[in-house]
C-alpha cells in the first residue's frame, strides 16, 4: 500500500499534467516549478515532481492514528499553489488574485478545482474557460467579475452585507447591475472623502445644505441612491470645486487691484483729482464686499452661485479698465506696471495654452480644450508606453500629468491681459 507521500506525489503529477494539457506548462515555469529540462517544450510533470518531493518527509500517523491522505497537510502544497494559481489567472492576463478564489483553494487543495468552483459561484461556464482556445466573451466576462471584486475589496465603507448584495448580482450574471452598484458607492464615498480635503476650502453654504447634508443620509446604504441622482451629485462636486478656484482667484486678483488703489491713491483727500473720482472708487470696494459676503453667507443655489461670480468677475473687468483709465490720463501715482499676480496668472494661461496646441490670441471654449487634452493624453498616456525603455516612461509621465494641468487651468476661461489693459 502506497504510503502518503507517494500518494501525494501521485496527485502532484496528476495536477502538473493538467498544466501540461490546458496549455500552462510554459507560464507554470515562470513562477519557479523547473524540471531537469527547464529549455523543454513542455512541462514534464515526472522531473517536476522528483525534486519537489526529495527530502520531504510526511508523516501518516498522528498521536498513534492513522491519517488519511490529504494533499493539504503536505508541507510543499502553499508553495505549489501559490506559483499555480498565479499561472493560472496569468492565462487571462490577470495579476490579481481574489480573496473569494483563496477560499475556494482552502476547500479544494486543486488550483485547478478551485478555479471552477471560484468562476461557477460567480455564474461563469467553466467549461467555456478552460482548454487551449477559451471562449473571449466568457474571459471578458471572468476580467469584468474580478474587476468588480477587486474595486469591492477595495471600499472598506461599505459594508459586509452591502457587499454580499454585490456579489448576489455577479452570481445571478447581473455584471451591469453589480458595476452600477459599485459606481454609485464610490461616487458616494468620494465626495464625502473629498469634503474632508477640498470641502475644507469651499465657502459656499449651499455646498454643505444641497449636496452634503443629502448624500449622509445615503453612506449607511448607498446603494438606494438612484444611478442619475449620484452622477449629478459628482457633476454637482465638481462645480463646487471649479466656481470655488475662479471665486477664489477673482478675490485675490480684486483685492490686488483695491490695494494697487489704495497705494497710489493722493493723501491729500481734498486733491481735485480725488474729488473726482472717490465716488467711483468706494463704489467698486462696495461692489466687492457685497459679492463676496453674498456668496460666503447667503444659502445661494449652484446657479446663484455661478452668476454671484460672474458679476464679481464683470466688476473685476470694469475695475481693471477704470484704473487703466487713470494710468492713461496721467493720474497722479498710477503709472506703476499691473500688479505682478495679474501678470503671473495671465503667463500661466498662456504656458498652458501652448501644452494644447493653443496660441495666445486664442479663446477655446470647452468643447475644443476637451478635444485637444484627449488627443494629447492619449498620446502621452503611460498605458502607451508600459513597454518602453524607462528614460521613455519617464518623459511620457510627465508629459501626461502636464497636459492634465493644461485642461485644469483652461477649463477654468481666459484671463484678462493686464498688460494689454495697461496699454489701452
Known amino acids: ?51 519537489l518531493t526529495s527530502g520531504l518527509t510526511f508523516n501518516p500517523r498522528i498521536k498513534g492514528f492513522a491519517v488519511p491522505f490529504d494533499p ?36 479544494a487543495p486543486d488550483p485547478f478545482e478551485a478555479f471552477e468552483r471560484f468562476v461557477e459561484d460567480f455564474g461563469l461556464e467553466y467549461k467555456l474557460l478552460r482548454g487551449l482556445k477559451a471562449d473571449r466573451r466568457e474571459v471578458a466576462k ?22 454580499m448584495e454585490v456579489r448576489h448580482q455577479l452570481r445571478e450574471r447581473q455584471y451591469g447591475v453589480a458595476e452600477q452598484m459599485i459606481t454609485v458607492a464610490q461616487t458616494v464615498f468620494r465626495i464625502v ?16 445644505v444641497g449636496l452634503l447634508d443629502p448624500l449622509s443620509g445615503f453612506l449607511t446604504n448607498p446603494f438606494k441612491l438612484a444611478a442619475n441622482d449620484a452622477a449629478e451629485a459628482q457633476q454637482l462636486q465638481n462645480m463646487f470645486v471649479a466656481l470655488q478656484d475662479r471665486f477664489d482667484d477673482l ?21 481735485p483729482w480725488a474729488l473726482a ?21 447667503s444659502e445661494l443655489d449652484i446657479d446663484q452661485i455661478a452668476e454671484a461670480i460672474n458679476n ?26 499691473p500688479p505682478s499676480a495679474a501678470l503671473e496668472t495671465w503667463n500661466q494661461w498662456v504656458e498652458m495654452a501652448k501644452r494644447l496646441g493653443f496660441s495666445e490670441s486664442d479663446n477655446p471654449d470647452k468643447a475644443q480644450i476637451k478635444s485637444r487634452y ?40 481666459k484671463p484678462a491681459n493686464p498688460a494689454a489693459q495697461a496699454a489701452a
Not at 142 to 163: F, R, T
Not at 278 to 292: H, K, Q, T
Open 193 to 208: 472623502r473629498d469634503a474632508q480635503t477640498v470641502g475644507q476650502r469651499i465657502v459656499f453654504p449651499f455646498y454643505v
Open 374 to 413: 484627449r488627443r494629447a493624453a492619449m498620446l502621452y498616456h503611460p498605458d502607451r508606453h508600459a513597454q518602453a525603455p524607462k528614460a521613455e516612461q519617464k518623459t511620457a509621465e510627465e508629459m501626461f500629468k502636464q497636459v492634465a494641468e493644461a485642461y485644469d487651468i483652461l477649463n477654468k476661461g
Open 251 to 271: 478675490v485675490k486678483l480684486y483685492e490686488e487691484q483695491i490695494s494697487f488703489m489704495a497705494q497710489n491713491w493722493p493723501a491729500d483727500p481734498n486733491d
Open 312 to 337: 464679481l468677475d464683470m466688476v473685476l473687468q470694469s475695475l481693471y479698465d477704470f484704473i487703466a483709465e487713470l494710468q492713461a490720463n496721467g493720474a497722479p501715482g498710477f503709472n506703476a506696471p
Open 1 to 51: 500500500m502506497a504510503n502518503a507521500k507517494d500518494r501525494f506525489v501521485e496527485w502532484l503529477t496528476e495536477l502538473l499534467m493538467r498544466f501540461r494539457l490546458t496549455g500552462l506548462g510554459d507560464r507554470l515555469r515562470r513562477y519557479g516549478l523547473k524540471g531537469r529540462s527547464p529549455g523543454a517544450a513542455a512541462l514534464n510533470p515526472v522531473e517536476v515532481v522528483v525534486p
Open 142 to 163: 471572468l476580467e469584468q467579475a474580478i474587476g468588480i471584486l477587486l474595486e469591492l475589496g477595495q471600499m472598506p465603507e461599505l459594508s459586509d452585507d452591502l457587499k
Open 72 to 107: 493539504r497537510l503536505h508541507p510543499a502544497l502553499p508553495g505549489i499553489q501559490e506559483q499555480a494559481m498565479h499561472a493560472i489567472f496569468a492565462r487571462y492576463r490577470i495579476k490579481w488574485i481574489p480573496p473569494e478564489y483563496l477560499r475556494w483553494l482552502g476547500l
Open 277 to 297: 473720482n472717490v465716488d467711483l472708487r468706494d463704489g467698486y470696494i462696495l461692489s466687492y464686499d457685497d459679492n463676496v459676503k453674498a456668496l460666503r453667507t
